[in-house]
């Protein structure tokens, strides 16, 4: 397409006498509309050369020519050092993004103002897990002495609280405008922009061109004649529907796989939250050690399974990969034993469906009448289904990762897509010409390339965004508040026992001493 744009600006600037160098000198025709017309009072023959057209077409060609390069070489360069001086502005206790947003609150509404306000919160509780490593799950230790204390002992230490795990939506304007200055969209605006520019420079040389050779029919006429004719129009009209057919297709998978990470998450959550409930409220004895100790051994085990299900999510888990290594950091954490790390370590990729094997082992070796009978059983049955639940949904969130679009299919909307915007960038010259004998400045041309690249090129840049939903900074999943929030309610749920004589205590007999020793 380079050498294409380089050989019609050669024949649009090349010297010809009376037409072109490549057509035979023929009769001039007729314009095709009025505005090709030329003035009435224009002199016959060829016009003087004009040196302020070349500039314009060569400035174009130059600064459009600069933008592409500037973002294949220098563009990453600048992203890489833009967040290096964010990662030290964190580091010295300066927030960055808390002093933008404050200096543009001055020019918003009251609801612009609360949703940036959300967003900088929710960016800064993202930032500290995924940024700082200052996780808040791998930030606090679990100990059986803290858990077994009863609900009304003020010593206690429950899990820290945890942000939203989501991104909240945002509808206003200014929001979601912004999104178009980050460092994924911006790249595609500057690209667009680039190839408006240079397609611009195409009509600028097309236009002086036409205007220094009216006493002949010349090449670039004989291109504009076909290009702004039916077959052009048929062209883009037969063609415009399959690229765009293809594209909103293929975008919207990635779209709904997108929205299935999150659901799969959820889900999780969902029976881990489920298995806490039913077996915190099918204890025995409540006030008995042994089932507190059984009670704490599950918590452990809940936890450690969404500490292995998302270990490749969270940066100071993925940090320390599948070994010994990890194992030892999670002993650390209160997760494990040292007993149970030769165990859970050989079995490598698989820890995590071992870790949910103990839990369903001890649910039901305690419920057994054979067994220490620390649960009353009944919810047995309904235990073993959450677990299988909760497995088929962690191995249905990985295999979702592992389910994007055939690569045979990706090629071919990328070849029909870059084939689309590529008729454009190279006829919309032709298509959008206006005759400037003054500058040859082809401002239609360079907006309207400009636009229609954007909607090709803009919607399939949000493929590569969307299938990372982990890895960039907006419309990303905060797995760390996931994790938290659910070790929350897992350490609620499977304590509502404890002290449970003391809510069946008389309303005569509240003011009495009968707290549990």
């Known amino acids: 397409m380079l050498g294409l744009y380089i050989f019609i600006y050669l024949l649009a600037a090349m010297p010809s006498r009376g037409g072109s160098l490549l057509v035979p000198q023929t009769p001039a025709p007729q314009p095709l509309n009025d505005s090709m017309a030329p003035s009435p009072n224009a002199p016959e023959g060829p016009v003087p050369r004009r040196p302020l057209p070349r500039v314009v077409a060569g400035a174009q060609f130059f600064i459009g020519f600069g933008l592409l390069l500037f973002r294949s070489t220098a563009y990453n360069l600048c992203l890489r050092r833009k967040e290096n001086v964010k990662n030290e502005s964190r580091q010295d206790g300066a927030n960055v993004a808390e002093t933008r947003v404050s200096w543009k609150t001055c020019f918003m509404g009251p609801s ?67 999104l178009f200055f980050t460092e994924q969209l911006g790249e595609v605006v500057l690209i667009c922009l680039a190839w408006g520019l240079l397609s611009g420079g195409v009509g600028t040389a097309i236009c002086i061109s036409i205007v220094e050779e009216r006493s002949g029919k010349s090449l670039v006429e004989n291109l504009n004649e076909w290009t702004t004719g039916d077959r052009l129009g048929d062209l883009l009209s037969d063609f415009k529907w399959f690229p765009t057919f293809l594209l909103v297709g293929h975008l919207a998978f990635y779209v709904q796989r997108w929205r299935n990470f999150m659901f799969a998450g959820w889900r999780v959550e969902g029976r881990l939250k489920d298995i806490s409930l039913l077996v915190g409220a099918d204890v025995r004895d409540p006030n008995d050690g042994a089932t507190r100790a059984l009670m704490f051994k599950i918590y452990r085990y809940l936890v450690l399974a969404m500490a292995l299900q998302y270990r490749v999510v969270l940066p100071e888990l993925a940090a320390l990969g599948m070994g010994s290594e990890l194992a030892q950091f999670l002993q650390k954490l209160g997760l494990l034993t040292a007993q149970e790390i030769p165990q859970l370590v050989p079995c490598g990729s698989r820890m995590r469906d071992t870790v949910l094997g103990w839990i369903a082992y001890e649910v039901n070796s305690n419920s057994h009448p054979g067994g220490a009978k620390l649960l009353c059983g009944q919810n047995t049955l309904v235990v073993n289904e959450k677990i299988t639940a909760a497995r088929a949904q962690m191995m249905f969130f990985h295999g979702n990762n592992f389910y994007p679009q055939p690569n045979f299919y990706a090629a071919f909307v990328k070849v029909i897509v870059d084939l689309y915007c590529g008729i454009i960038i190279v006829t919309y010259p032709f298509k959008m010409l206006t005759l400037d004998e003054n500058s040859g400045f082809q401002p239609m041309t360079v907006v309207s390339v400009f636009l229609m690249v954007l909607c090709f090129l803009g919607f ?26 659910t070790e929350e309610t897992a350490f609620a749920y499977l304590r509502v026992g404890f002290d449970a004589e003391a809510r069946r205590t008389p309303a005569s007999l509240e003011q009495a001493d009968l707290k549990p020793k």
């Open 460 to 485: 399939e840049s949000l493929v590569p965004i969307l299938s990372k939903p982990f890895a960039i900074r907006h419309d990303t999943f905060n797995i760390d508040a996931l994790i938290a929030g």
């Open 112 to 178: 612009t103002q609360a949703e940036a306000k959300k967003h900088q919160e929710w960016q800064q509780a993202r930032a500290k897990a995924f940024k700082e490593n200052k996780s808040i799950f791998c930030n606090h230790v679990r100990t059986e002495a803290n858990f077994v204390k009863n609900n009304t002992d003020v010593s206690v230490t429950r899990p820290p609280g945890s942000p939203m795990e989501i991104e909240p939506p945002y509808y206003s304007r200014s929001m979601l405008y912004s």
